[in-house]
Nanobody
Framework: QVQLVESGGGLAQAGGSLRLSCAASGSILRAFAMGWYRQAPGKQRELVATIASGGDTSYADSVKGRFTISRDNAKNTVFLQMNSLKPEDTVVYYC??????????????WGQGTQVTVSS
């Protein structure tokens, strides 16, 4: 059974940095796009960054130049390096992976969410 386990959230000061990690565990035949969304209370989940299996990346305008997404295909792990953090980055971050599990069908899988809090 595939699970996405996130780590690295927490508290940072404005202007500081945090690094999120998300590892997909279980028997995985192939992973396609992986990435991060975030969701504030009462708001829709919004895309933060995605990375294709070949390395192409895409970012929300609000994080361009501050956040960097990367992945380790051998470990089915995706990272989000967050620099120059702002108080408005304070939300829960969710990782996702578009993948094919062994014996299964292609689908999106989600992590449990990790809280990022940026103090001013």
């Amino acid at each position: 059974q595939v699970q996405l386990v996130e780590s690295g959230g927490g508290l940072a000061q404005a202007g500081g940095s945090l690094r999120l990690s998300c590892a997909a565990s279980g028997s995985i035949l192939r992973a396609f796009a992986m990435g991060w969304y975030r969701q504030a209370p009462g708001k829709q989940r919004e895309l933060v960054a995605t990375i294709a299996s070949g390395g192409d990346t895409s970012y929300a305008d609000s994080v361009k130049g501050r956040f960097t997404i990367s992945r380790d295909n051998a470990k089915n792990t995706v990272f989000l390096q967050m620099n120059s953090l702002k108080p408005e980055d304070t939300v829960v971050y969710y990782c996702y992976a578009d993948l094919i599990p062994a014996g299964g069908v292609r689908a999106d899988y989600w992590g449990q969410g990790t809280q990022v809090t940026v103090s001013s």
